[in-house]
């Protein structure tokens, strides 16, 4: 978010995060190689956990697991069109 500080509103720059812009019903594919240190990664489109489909809280939860674990998780693909509403 720091690289838009004139661009995004004001509660985004306070609670920080990453921001990558897609077209509408473009699939994304990540790949997190490169370390071998452990962590937990939640990721998030439109207010939605990518992973469990659950509405986004930014807290790390078990049942249902809502976070991908690196560096065990290579890749995560997200699908262009998701089966559940993205707003």
Known sequence: ???FPDTVPPEWLAKGGVMLPV???????LSF???SVPAAL??????????SGER????LSRTP??????????WLDVPGSLPWPTR
Do not use: F, H, I
């Not at 986004?56 to 807290?59: A, D, E, F, R, S």
């Not at 697991?65 to 290579?74: A, C, F, G, I, M």
């Open 1 to 3: 978010m720091e690289d």
């Open 23 to 29: 077209y509408l019903r473009e699939a994304m594919w």
């Open 33 to 35: 190689a490169g370390s």
């Open 42 to 51: 939640q990721v998030g489109v439109g207010k939605v956990c990518a992973v």
């Open 56 to 59: 986004w809280t930014g807290q």
């Open 65 to 74: 697991q809502n976070y991908v674990v690196l560096p065990r998780q290579p």
